[in-house]
Protein backbone atom coordinates (compact mmCIF):
# COMPACT_ATOMS: atom_id res chain seq x y z
CA UNK A 1 0.00 0.00 0.00
CA UNK A 2 1.70 3.44 -0.66
CA UNK A 3 1.82 5.87 1.84
CA UNK A 4 -1.10 8.45 2.26
CA UNK A 5 1.09 11.21 2.37
CA UNK A 6 2.26 10.35 -1.38
CA UNK A 7 -1.60 10.46 -2.31
CA UNK A 8 -2.16 13.48 -0.62
CA UNK A 9 0.97 15.17 -2.38
CA UNK A 10 -0.06 14.10 -6.09
CA UNK A 11 -3.58 15.33 -5.48
CA UNK A 12 -1.63 18.91 -4.33
CA UNK A 13 0.01 18.52 -7.00
CA UNK A 14 -2.11 17.71 -9.61
CA UNK A 15 -5.13 19.84 -8.32
CA UNK A 16 -4.44 22.66 -10.68
CA UNK A 17 -4.57 20.36 -13.66
CA UNK A 18 -7.49 19.51 -12.20
CA UNK A 19 -9.03 22.53 -11.99
CA UNK A 20 -8.16 23.44 -15.81
CA UNK A 21 -9.49 20.40 -17.38
CA UNK A 22 -12.96 21.07 -15.51
CA UNK A 23 -12.61 24.75 -16.36
CA UNK A 24 -12.17 23.72 -20.24
CA UNK A 25 -14.95 21.16 -19.96
CA UNK A 26 -17.20 23.68 -18.78
CA UNK A 27 -16.21 26.08 -21.58
CA UNK A 28 -16.94 23.19 -24.17
CA UNK A 29 -20.31 23.03 -22.88
CA UNK A 30 -20.61 26.17 -24.10
CA UNK A 31 -19.43 26.07 -27.04
CA UNK A 32 -21.28 23.50 -28.22
CA UNK A 33 -24.11 25.06 -27.60
CA UNK A 34 -23.17 28.05 -30.06
CA UNK A 35 -25.37 27.92 -33.48
CA UNK A 36 -22.03 29.34 -35.14
CA UNK A 37 -20.17 26.44 -33.76
CA UNK A 38 -23.22 24.01 -34.25
CA UNK A 39 -23.32 25.71 -38.22
CA UNK A 40 -19.49 24.21 -38.77
CA UNK A 41 -19.51 20.60 -39.05
CA UNK A 42 -15.81 20.56 -38.51
CA UNK A 43 -14.85 22.89 -35.87
CA UNK A 44 -18.21 21.00 -33.95
CA UNK A 45 -16.94 17.74 -34.04
CA UNK A 46 -13.42 18.94 -32.91
CA UNK A 47 -14.91 20.42 -29.93
CA UNK A 48 -16.91 17.53 -29.41
CA UNK A 49 -13.89 14.73 -29.45
CA UNK A 50 -12.17 17.20 -27.26
CA UNK A 51 -15.13 17.59 -24.42
CA UNK A 52 -15.54 13.21 -24.85
CA UNK A 53 -11.71 13.06 -23.78
CA UNK A 54 -12.04 15.58 -21.01
CA UNK A 55 -15.45 13.81 -19.49
CA UNK A 56 -13.75 10.69 -17.89
CA UNK A 57 -11.55 13.22 -15.72
CA UNK A 58 -14.72 15.82 -15.01
CA UNK A 59 -17.58 12.86 -14.61
CA UNK A 60 -15.56 11.29 -12.04
CA UNK A 61 -14.41 14.64 -10.39
CA UNK A 62 -18.22 15.61 -9.62
CA UNK A 63 -18.80 12.13 -8.99
CA UNK A 64 -16.39 12.17 -6.04
CA UNK A 65 -17.00 15.20 -4.65
CA UNK A 66 -21.15 14.15 -4.24
CA UNK A 67 -19.99 11.10 -2.71
CA UNK A 68 -18.06 13.31 -0.08
CA UNK A 69 -21.02 14.96 0.45
CA UNK A 70 -23.66 11.92 1.39
CA UNK A 71 -20.65 10.72 3.16
CA UNK A 72 -20.89 13.72 5.33
CA UNK A 73 -24.00 13.78 5.62
CA UNK A 74 -23.99 10.32 7.07
CA UNK A 75 -21.31 11.01 9.34
CA UNK A 76 -23.42 13.58 10.67
CA UNK A 77 -26.43 11.43 11.11
CA UNK A 78 -24.08 8.66 12.91
CA UNK A 79 -23.26 11.37 15.38
CA UNK A 80 -27.03 12.65 15.88
CA UNK A 81 -28.52 9.15 16.57
CA UNK A 82 -25.89 7.67 19.03
CA UNK A 83 -28.45 6.90 20.92
CA UNK A 84 -30.81 5.01 18.52
CA UNK A 85 -28.26 2.19 18.17
CA UNK A 86 -30.54 0.94 15.33
CA UNK A 87 -30.53 4.16 13.09
CA UNK A 88 -26.61 4.68 14.17
CA UNK A 89 -26.03 0.98 12.50
CA UNK A 90 -27.54 1.81 9.47
CA UNK A 91 -25.56 5.27 9.29
CA UNK A 92 -22.30 3.20 9.69
CA UNK A 93 -22.82 0.69 6.84
CA UNK A 94 -23.92 3.59 4.47
CA UNK A 95 -20.17 5.38 5.47
CA UNK A 96 -18.50 2.11 4.59
CA UNK A 97 -20.50 1.84 1.15
CA UNK A 98 -19.78 5.48 0.48
CA UNK A 99 -16.05 4.75 1.60
CA UNK A 100 -15.71 2.13 -0.65
CA UNK A 101 -17.25 4.12 -3.72
CA UNK A 102 -14.93 7.15 -2.93
CA UNK A 103 -12.06 4.83 -2.69
CA UNK A 104 -12.45 3.73 -6.20
CA UNK A 105 -13.30 7.01 -8.23
CA UNK A 106 -10.39 8.85 -6.47
CA UNK A 107 -8.29 5.84 -7.76
CA UNK A 108 -9.55 6.11 -11.05
CA UNK A 109 -9.36 9.55 -11.45
CA UNK A 110 -5.40 9.71 -9.72
CA UNK A 111 -4.71 7.41 -12.71
CA UNK A 112 -6.28 9.48 -15.60
CA UNK A 113 -4.54 12.39 -14.06
CA UNK A 114 -1.28 10.15 -13.79
CA UNK A 115 1.29 12.30 -16.84
CA UNK A 116 1.22 9.76 -19.67
CA UNK A 117 -2.45 8.57 -18.78
CA UNK A 118 -3.48 10.72 -21.46
CA UNK A 119 -3.28 8.06 -24.54
CA UNK A 120 -5.51 5.21 -21.73
CA UNK A 121 -8.93 5.51 -23.87
CA UNK A 122 -7.77 5.08 -27.53
CA UNK A 123 -7.78 1.82 -29.89
CA UNK A 124 -4.81 0.25 -30.47
CA UNK A 125 -3.05 -1.84 -32.89
CA UNK A 126 -0.82 -5.34 -32.06
CA UNK A 127 1.60 -6.69 -33.85
CA UNK A 128 3.09 -10.22 -33.42
CA UNK A 129 6.28 -11.70 -35.26
CA UNK A 130 8.01 -14.59 -34.51
CA UNK A 131 11.24 -14.26 -33.03
CA UNK A 132 14.11 -16.97 -32.93
CA UNK A 133 13.24 -20.98 -33.17
CA UNK A 134 12.36 -21.11 -36.41
CA UNK A 135 8.97 -22.93 -36.71
CA UNK A 136 8.18 -23.26 -33.24
CA UNK A 137 8.64 -19.27 -33.05
CA UNK A 138 5.77 -18.97 -35.75
CA UNK A 139 3.80 -21.20 -33.63
CA UNK A 140 4.19 -20.15 -30.23
CA UNK A 141 3.27 -16.58 -31.80
CA UNK A 142 0.17 -18.31 -33.29
CA UNK A 143 -0.30 -18.89 -29.31
CA UNK A 144 0.17 -15.45 -28.58
CA UNK A 145 -2.15 -13.98 -31.08
CA UNK A 146 -5.03 -16.86 -30.03
CA UNK A 147 -3.97 -15.66 -26.19
CA UNK A 148 -4.60 -11.75 -26.71
CA UNK A 149 -7.46 -12.40 -29.07
CA UNK A 150 -9.39 -14.57 -26.16
CA UNK A 151 -8.19 -11.75 -24.02
CA UNK A 152 -10.11 -9.19 -26.23
CA UNK A 153 -13.21 -11.01 -26.27
CA UNK A 154 -13.67 -11.68 -22.73
CA UNK A 155 -13.01 -7.85 -22.56
CA UNK A 156 -15.94 -7.52 -24.65
CA UNK A 157 -13.18 -5.68 -27.07
CA UNK A 158 -14.06 -5.84 -31.31
CA UNK A 159 -10.90 -7.51 -32.73
CA UNK A 160 -10.12 -7.05 -37.21
CA UNK A 161 -7.72 -8.86 -38.67
CA UNK A 162 -5.32 -6.40 -40.42
CA UNK A 163 -2.37 -8.68 -41.86
CA UNK A 164 -1.35 -12.49 -41.19
CA UNK A 165 1.28 -14.33 -42.96
CA UNK A 166 0.91 -18.40 -41.92
CA UNK A 167 3.37 -20.85 -42.33
CA UNK A 168 2.38 -24.34 -43.32
CA UNK A 169 2.31 -26.03 -39.54
CA UNK A 170 -0.62 -23.47 -37.86
CA UNK A 171 2.16 -20.61 -37.04
CA UNK A 172 2.10 -17.13 -38.05
CA UNK A 173 5.11 -15.07 -39.17
CA UNK A 174 3.53 -11.87 -38.46
CA UNK A 175 0.10 -10.64 -37.43
CA UNK A 176 -1.66 -7.26 -37.36
CA UNK A 177 -5.34 -6.38 -35.65
CA UNK A 178 -7.03 -3.92 -34.19
CA UNK A 179 -8.35 -3.65 -31.64
CA UNK A 180 -11.67 -1.21 -30.53
CA UNK A 181 -13.21 -0.78 -26.99
CA UNK A 182 -13.18 1.03 -23.70
CA UNK A 183 -9.66 1.29 -22.37
CA UNK A 184 -8.02 -0.94 -24.52
CA UNK A 185 -4.47 0.92 -24.63
CA UNK A 186 -4.95 1.38 -20.64
CA UNK A 187 -4.66 -2.59 -20.36
CA UNK A 188 -2.60 -3.55 -23.65
CA UNK A 189 0.29 -1.36 -22.96
CA UNK A 190 2.39 -3.44 -21.26
CA UNK A 191 2.34 -6.34 -23.57
CA UNK A 192 4.97 -5.17 -25.85
CA UNK A 193 7.73 -6.50 -25.58
CA UNK A 194 9.52 -10.18 -26.25
CA UNK A 195 8.01 -13.05 -24.58
CA UNK A 196 9.87 -16.09 -24.48
CA UNK A 197 8.94 -19.87 -24.08
CA UNK A 198 10.09 -23.05 -22.88
CA UNK A 199 8.63 -26.06 -23.95
CA UNK A 200 9.01 -29.61 -26.27
CA UNK A 201 7.93 -28.73 -29.54
CA UNK A 202 5.67 -30.34 -32.16
CA UNK A 203 8.19 -30.65 -34.22
CA UNK A 204 10.67 -32.20 -31.88
CA UNK A 205 11.13 -35.58 -32.68
CA UNK A 206 13.59 -36.30 -29.73
CA UNK A 207 11.89 -34.74 -26.81
CA UNK A 208 14.37 -31.97 -26.28
CA UNK A 209 13.25 -28.41 -24.21
CA UNK A 210 13.42 -25.53 -26.97
CA UNK A 211 13.40 -21.68 -25.81
CA UNK A 212 11.89 -19.79 -28.69
CA UNK A 213 10.53 -16.13 -29.13
CA UNK A 214 8.11 -13.82 -30.40
CA UNK A 215 7.95 -10.04 -30.14
CA UNK A 216 4.57 -7.83 -29.54
CA UNK A 217 4.36 -4.74 -30.33
CA UNK A 218 1.15 -2.75 -28.91
CA UNK A 219 0.56 1.17 -30.68
CA UNK A 220 -2.05 3.43 -29.49
CA UNK A 221 -4.57 3.88 -32.66
CA UNK A 222 -3.62 7.04 -34.53
CA UNK A 223 -6.68 9.08 -34.41
CA UNK A 224 -7.36 11.45 -37.23
CA UNK A 225 -6.34 14.65 -35.01
CA UNK A 226 -2.78 13.28 -34.67
CA UNK A 227 -1.85 12.32 -38.28
CA UNK A 228 -2.91 14.49 -41.01
CA UNK A 229 -1.97 12.40 -44.15
CA UNK A 230 -2.35 14.48 -47.67
CA UNK A 231 -3.80 12.55 -51.31
CA UNK A 232 -0.65 14.18 -52.96
CA UNK A 233 1.95 12.28 -50.58
CA UNK A 234 0.16 8.88 -51.05
CA UNK A 235 1.03 6.20 -53.43
CA UNK A 236 -1.48 3.58 -53.86
CA UNK A 237 -1.12 0.01 -55.45
CA UNK A 238 -4.35 -2.58 -55.47
CA UNK A 239 -3.56 -6.24 -56.62
CA UNK A 240 -5.02 -9.47 -56.34
CA UNK A 241 -4.86 -11.11 -52.65
CA UNK A 242 -4.02 -14.92 -52.47
CA UNK A 243 -4.11 -17.04 -49.09
CA UNK A 244 -0.85 -19.93 -48.56
CA UNK A 245 -0.28 -22.17 -50.86
CA UNK A 246 -2.41 -20.12 -53.86
CA UNK A 247 -5.43 -21.10 -52.17
CA UNK A 248 -8.38 -18.70 -51.54
CA UNK A 249 -7.20 -16.64 -54.58
CA UNK A 250 -9.14 -13.72 -54.75
CA UNK A 251 -9.73 -12.96 -58.88
CA UNK A 252 -10.61 -9.05 -58.11
CA UNK A 253 -7.97 -6.83 -57.21
CA UNK A 254 -9.23 -6.38 -53.42
CA UNK A 255 -5.91 -5.93 -51.78
CA UNK A 256 -4.56 -2.65 -51.04
CA UNK A 257 -1.29 -1.42 -50.12
CA UNK A 258 -0.23 2.10 -49.57
CA UNK A 259 3.29 4.13 -49.95
CA UNK A 260 3.65 7.23 -47.62
CA UNK A 261 5.96 8.96 -49.86
CA UNK A 262 7.11 11.78 -47.44
CA UNK A 263 8.66 8.95 -44.52
CA UNK A 264 8.72 6.09 -47.31
CA UNK A 265 6.49 3.67 -45.29
CA UNK A 266 4.45 1.39 -47.00
CA UNK A 267 1.48 -0.94 -45.67
CA UNK A 268 -0.33 -3.29 -47.06
CA UNK A 269 -4.03 -5.02 -46.42
CA UNK A 270 -5.63 -8.18 -48.33
CA UNK A 271 -7.90 -9.47 -45.40
CA UNK A 272 -11.17 -8.06 -46.53
CA UNK A 273 -12.63 -8.90 -49.73
CA UNK A 274 -13.61 -5.48 -50.18
CA UNK A 275 -10.98 -3.29 -51.67
CA UNK A 276 -12.56 0.00 -49.97
CA UNK A 277 -12.42 -1.55 -46.82
CA UNK A 278 -9.30 -2.92 -46.96
CA UNK A 279 -7.93 0.71 -48.10
CA UNK A 280 -9.62 1.66 -44.37
CA UNK A 281 -7.48 -0.59 -42.53
CA UNK A 282 -4.59 0.00 -44.39
CA UNK A 283 -5.53 3.91 -44.21
CA UNK A 284 -5.87 3.10 -40.36
CA UNK A 285 -2.43 1.36 -40.26
CA UNK A 286 -0.34 3.68 -41.92
CA UNK A 287 -1.65 6.20 -39.33
CA UNK A 288 -0.42 3.95 -36.55
CA UNK A 289 3.05 3.95 -38.68
CA UNK A 290 3.72 7.11 -38.83
CA UNK A 291 2.54 8.19 -35.26
CA UNK A 292 4.86 5.58 -34.04
CA UNK A 293 8.08 7.30 -35.97
CA UNK A 294 7.03 10.56 -34.19
CA UNK A 295 6.85 8.66 -30.98
CA UNK A 296 10.39 7.50 -31.69
CA UNK A 297 11.76 10.66 -33.14
CA UNK A 298 10.80 12.41 -30.00
CA UNK A 299 11.73 9.66 -27.37
CA UNK A 300 13.46 11.94 -25.25
CA UNK A 301 10.70 13.46 -24.30
CA UNK A 302 8.42 10.59 -23.33
CA UNK A 303 11.74 8.97 -21.51
CA UNK A 304 11.40 11.37 -18.77
CA UNK A 305 7.70 9.93 -18.24
CA UNK A 306 8.85 5.98 -19.28
CA UNK A 307 11.41 6.02 -16.79
CA UNK A 308 9.30 5.82 -14.09
CA UNK A 309 6.95 3.71 -15.80
CA UNK A 310 7.08 -0.58 -15.25
CA UNK A 311 8.78 -1.18 -18.42
CA UNK A 312 9.52 1.11 -21.86
CA UNK A 313 7.79 -0.73 -23.92
CA UNK A 314 10.46 -1.40 -26.72
CA UNK A 315 9.96 -4.46 -28.68
CA UNK A 316 13.55 -6.14 -27.29
CA UNK A 317 12.94 -6.14 -24.21
CA UNK A 318 12.67 -9.42 -22.66
CA UNK A 319 9.12 -9.36 -20.53
CA UNK A 320 7.83 -12.46 -20.08
CA UNK A 321 8.52 -16.07 -20.26
CA UNK A 322 5.83 -19.19 -20.58
CA UNK A 323 7.30 -22.17 -18.92
CA UNK A 324 5.59 -25.71 -20.10
CA UNK A 325 7.17 -28.20 -18.01
CA UNK A 326 6.61 -25.71 -14.92
CA UNK A 327 3.00 -24.61 -15.53
CA UNK A 328 4.51 -21.36 -14.94
CA UNK A 329 4.03 -17.72 -16.58
CA UNK A 330 6.48 -15.24 -15.69
CA UNK A 331 6.50 -11.61 -16.03
CA UNK A 332 10.20 -10.53 -15.29
CA UNK A 333 8.80 -6.75 -14.55
CA UNK A 334 7.21 -7.07 -11.86
CA UNK A 335 8.22 -10.59 -10.32
CA UNK A 336 4.96 -12.05 -11.02
CA UNK A 337 4.42 -15.52 -11.28
CA UNK A 338 0.88 -17.29 -12.62
CA UNK A 339 0.47 -21.22 -12.36
CA UNK A 340 -1.91 -21.45 -14.61
CA UNK A 341 0.29 -21.44 -17.87
CA UNK A 342 -2.69 -23.09 -20.71
CA UNK A 343 -5.53 -20.84 -18.59
CA UNK A 344 -3.45 -17.33 -19.36
CA UNK A 345 -2.99 -18.64 -23.19
CA UNK A 346 -6.91 -18.98 -23.08
CA UNK A 347 -6.82 -15.27 -22.75
CA UNK A 348 -7.13 -15.14 -18.65
CA UNK A 349 -4.51 -11.91 -18.64
CA UNK A 350 -6.73 -9.90 -15.96
CA UNK A 351 -4.74 -10.72 -13.11
CA UNK A 352 -1.16 -10.18 -14.55
CA UNK A 353 -2.09 -6.83 -16.47
CA UNK A 354 -3.92 -5.38 -13.07
CA UNK A 355 -0.55 -6.49 -11.66
CA UNK A 356 1.31 -4.06 -14.06
CA UNK A 357 -0.56 -1.29 -14.02
CA UNK A 358 -0.89 -1.34 -9.90
CA UNK A 359 2.98 -1.50 -9.81
CA UNK A 360 2.95 1.39 -12.79
CA UNK A 361 0.87 3.37 -10.97
CA UNK A 362 2.41 3.16 -7.39
CA UNK A 363 6.09 3.91 -9.28
CA UNK A 364 4.72 7.12 -10.77
CA UNK A 365 2.88 8.25 -7.92
CA UNK A 366 6.00 7.58 -6.22
CA UNK A 367 7.74 9.94 -8.73
CA UNK A 368 5.53 12.97 -8.30
CA UNK A 369 6.20 12.70 -4.50
CA UNK A 370 9.85 13.32 -4.53
Not at 101 to 112: A, C, D, G, I, N
Request: net charge neutral.
Amino acid sequence: MLRRGIIVSFLTIMQNKLNEIIGRYNELETLITKPENIANPAFYAKLMKERGKLMPVTQRAKALEEIRKQKAGALAMSQASAEDKELAQMAEEEIKALTAKETVLQTELEELLLPGSEEYSRDAIVEIRAGTGGEEAALFAADLVRMYLKYCEKKGWKTIIMESSPTDLGGVKQAIFSVEGTDVFKFLRFESGTHRVQRVPKTEASGRLHTSAATVAVLPDAEDVDIEIKTEDLKVDTYSAGGPGGQHVNKTASAVRLTHLPTGLVVACQTERSQHRNRDLAMKLLKTRIYEKQINETKEVRDKIRRTQVGSGDRSEKIRTYNFPQNRVTDHRINFSSHNLLVVLDGALDEMIDELNKKDREERLKSLSK
